[in-house]
């Protein structure tokens, strides 16, 4: 595979001084860790891209070129999924911030570590350029993005920029993480500048999450160990392998049914007896009765538990069991957006990291039960889903598929469609799948599966992005950065030629209202003309083929593009797919589900 380390490399570098605004900004990101950051160029940050080559020799961070704005903040936003820590991404002015808030939104909603970099001015009047100086200059840039970062800050000085980078990236990692906001203004970056004193980063190192009292930790052990029928709800937890582990340890010495979401990473394995349901993005019928039977309730940064009682039992405070819901994201509420949801009903609340307050409770539960767990069975696998009857591949069927080739692959989905099936592939690991954009927002699936296939690049995992055709027409584009730098990567386009989701609810509106159906259609299809993928891939040096339509060819179409991705390289494959959901979607407009037509 080629080096990415290798691509885009200045020559006649040498060994340059710290000497301007801009130099200072850029070693600031060097030391704070960043690997890489994404960016497309924009005159208002040219001191800190010239500082980023001249300077640090396009090395630590290395630049990553996009072709649009939203692309550069989902690539660092899909690098975090995977690696739990913050990438970096420059915006142009208020025009590039304007055209990243999408993104800048959707990490919020996630709880993602991004560290977005921007750029104004200048601020100093008199250095302004005729007319485009001042209309990308903001006196405050920050008012853009503040109710959904954690931080942002516009330093003066070069000194106050280095105390600005240290602040942003602690608080960016210290959890609940989430998304920053640095400005630079364009005349300090260009700004000669004396010696700066860049502290000792050991000072500033991030804080451990805050975890349970010991009395908590016995409490909850207690009510669980007491519950006949406990369940585990898990939402959003890590990737590391050993926090998997011990969520699975626990389930199992407690005997407690589990659920996960759609919306979240894989967190257990979903073919252990002990998953209750398929995960989905709204609860099963089977989730729904599971929540009903319990007696104790342990929520692990699930979103919107509170939600989840309401759709088990109407409304939220029916719940009958004892809730213990442990979460940090508290701390991030506000009142701009209501991505806090549901205020939940709990008999005890635990301020604690998820996989901290698992890691407190195990040795207690451990030494009550004696070590002996509930569960006596393994984990067997279950019989693999069926594709539909009939040559017509339907959107489940892109699921069937992929568990039948995973044998030969060690694959981790890092996006699927709202269509998906969630009984047709099983999740065994905590890589195994990344979960949603976070805020809904379309366009961000290729750019994000792009930052999730650069984490992931060289570590033995191909990664396979699931979208739909409206999805990824907003963002397709960000296919020339996983060309450009050799990234590999499956898309694989689910293609209903419609913005299909909202003709469900077309549907149910006309329905509510006793007017027709079937002009459901209208200003949704994407036909006449349908879109040409494959050559919209070919485009941007992309290898690609499709459209698939038959079933018979599925399969073999995706081992093609796997092989193609182990090589070291991206690869797309446009599947014709019947319109149509396997889960069911709640429609407000109606008050019921709908499966869609």
Same mark, same amino acid.
């Given at each position: 595979?080629? %080096? ?41 940050? $040219? ?6 080559? =001249? ?7 290395? &630049? ?29 002015? =208020? ?41 990308? !200059? ?17 330093? $003066?000085?070069?000194?106050?920029? /280095? ?72 939402? $959003? ?8 582990? =011990? ?6 010495? @407690? ?17 252990h007896d002990l998953h ?32 989840? *009682? ?5 409304? +939220?405070?029916?719940?009958?069991? +004892?809730?213990? #819901? ?7 509420? #506000? ?5 806090? *949801?549901? @205020? ?12 901290? *307050? ?16 509930? *569960? ?33 692959? =060690?694959?981790?989905?890092?996006? /699927? !469609? ?54 990824? &027409?907003?963002?397709? !584009?960000?296919?020339? !950065? ?20 909202? %003709? ?7 329905? &509510? ?8 259609w209208i200003g949704m ?17 992309? %290898?690609?083929?499709?459209? /698939? ?13 796997l092989d193609v991705v ?21 429609? $407000? ?9």
């Open positions: 595979m080629t %080096e990415i380390s290798a691509i885009e490399q200045p020559a006649n570098v040498g060994n340059p001084r710290m000497g301007w605004g801009s130099d200072v900004a850029a070693e600031m990101m060097r030391r704070t860790g960043l690997k890489y950051v994404a960016l497309n160029p924009g005159a208002s940050f $040219r001191g800190l891209h010239d500082s980023i080559v =001249n300077y640090l020799g396009n090395n630590g961070p290395q &630049m990553l070129l996009c072709l649009h704005e939203d692309h550069a903040v989902s690539i660092a936003h899909g690098y975090a999924k995977v690696t739990g820590e913050p990438m970096g991404c420059i915006l142009h002015s =208020n025009v590039g911030l304007m055209h990243g808030l999408m993104g800048i939104f959707n990490a919020w909603c996630d709880r993602a570590p991004v560290i977005v970099f921007g750029a104004t001015g200048p601020v100093d009047a008199a250095a302004r350029r005729p007319w485009i100086d001042w209309i990308h !200059t903001a006196k405050d840039q920050g008012a853009l993005l503040r109710n959904y970062v954690k931080y942002d800050d516009e330093p $003066r000085s070069a000194a106050a920029l /280095v105390e600005s980078m240290l602040r942003a990236n602690m608080i960016a990692r210290t959890e609940p993480t989430g998304p920053v906001y640095v400005c630079f203004d364009a005349g300090l970056q260009e700004e000669a500048i004396g010696e700066i004193k860049i502290p000792d980063l050991r000072r500033y190192e991030v804080p451990a999450a805050p975890s349970a009292s010991p009395e908590q930790v016995e409490r909850a052990a207690d009510m669980l160990i007491a519950a006949k029928s406990p369940v585990l709800l898990i939402g $959003r937890v890590s990737r590391e392998q050993s926090d998997w582990d =011990n969520r699975v340890r626990l389930a199992e010495l @407690l005997g407690a049914k589990v659920l996960t979401d759609l919306k979240n990473a894989a967190a257990f394995p979903t073919e209750a349901a398929p995960p989905q993005s709204f609860l099963s019928d089977r989730a729904k009765t599971v929540i009903r039977e319990a007696d104790v309730v342990l929520g692990l940064d699930w979103v919107d538990i509170g939600g989840a *009682f309401q759709q088990a039992l109407g409304r +939220k405070d029916a719940i009958a069991a +004892k809730v213990i #819901n442990c979460s940090l994201d508290s701390y991030l509420h #506000n009142g701009w957006s209501t991505d806090h *949801f549901s @205020l939940p009903p709990a008999d005890l609340q635990l301020l604690a990291a998820p996989d901290g *307050f698992v890691a407190q409770l195990l040795p207690v539960v451990e030494g009550k039960l004696s070590g002996k767990p509930r *569960f006596a069975g393994g984990a067997p696998a279950k019989a693999p889903a069926a594709c539909d009857a009939g040559e017509i591949i339907r959107p489940r069927d892109i699921g069937v598929a992929l568990q039948e080739v995973r044998a030969d692959y =060690n694959l981790t989905i890092c996006k /699927v !469609t709202i269509g998906w099936a969630s009984d047709s592939y099983q999740f065994r690991s905590p890589l195994d799948y990344l979960g949603s954009e976070g805020g809904g927002g379309l366009g961000s699936g290729p750019g994000a599966a792009v930052g999730a296939a650069l984490a992931l690049k060289d570590s033995g995992r191909l990664p396979v992005a699931v979208l739909g055709d409206g999805d990824f &027409m907003q963002g397709g !584009t960000a296919l020339w !950065t996983a060309a450009h730098y050799h990234i590999p990567l499956l898309f694989i386009i689910s293609n209903n030629l419609s913005n299909f989701n909202d %003709e469900v609810h077309q549907e149910a509106v006309a329905k &509510m209202r006793g007017r027709p159906p079937e002009n459901k299809r994407i036909d006449d003309p349908a879109l040409d993928f494959v050559e919209f891939a070919h485009s941007q040096g992309v %290898e690609a083929m499709g459209p /698939v339509d038959a079933h018979k060819d599925l399969a073999a179409a995706i081992r093609k593009g182990a090589s070291g390289k991206p690869f797309l494959i446009d599947v014709r797919v019947q319109p149509g959901y396997s889960a069911p979607l709640l429609v $407000r407009s109606s008050g019921e589900s709908s499966t869609g037509g």
